[in-house]
């Protein structure tokens, strides 16, 4: 396992944007999928966005719409922008690895908390 580490988190006013790097500290070229995934209070982890080695990309409903993910295998490095933030993308969000478009692969980061208030 890789122990993922995540960075540009924070507070964040409604209606603005975000951007999230994913470093694997490892910087050994990969191209296995990687993906952020968030957990809100009291809610369930969910998918957030994946990318796999080839570029193909998955998102889930509640962001696909304003969210962009992207990745450079040779730095083993991922980003996630998304805009038009509301209270709703309140979480902490995670970096994972080697899991599929679909389903989260076992290395983790330790996640980073996005406060979307005014």
């Known amino acids: 396992q890789v122990q993922l580490v995540e960075s540009g988190g924070g507070l964040v006013q409604p209606g603005g944007s975000l951007r999230l790097t994913c470093v694997d500290p490892?910087?050994?070229?990969?191209?296995?999928?990687m993906a952020w995934y968030r957990q809100a209070p009291g809610k369930q982890r969910e998918l957030v966005a994946g990318i796999d080695g080839s570029g193909e990309t998955n998102y889930g409903e509640s962001v696909r719409a304003r969210s962009k993910i992207s990745r450079d295998n040779v730095r083993s490095t991922i980003w996630l922008e998304m805009n038009y933030l509301s209270s709703e993308d309140t979480a902490v969000y995670y970096c994972?690895?080697?899991?599929?478009?679909?389903?989260?692969?076992?290395?983790w980061g330790q996640g980073i908390q996005v406060i979307v208030s005014s």
């Open positions: 490892e910087s050994v070229p990969r191209y296995f999928t």
């Open positions: 994972n690895s080697f899991g599929s478009l679909n389903t989260p692969g076992p290395s």
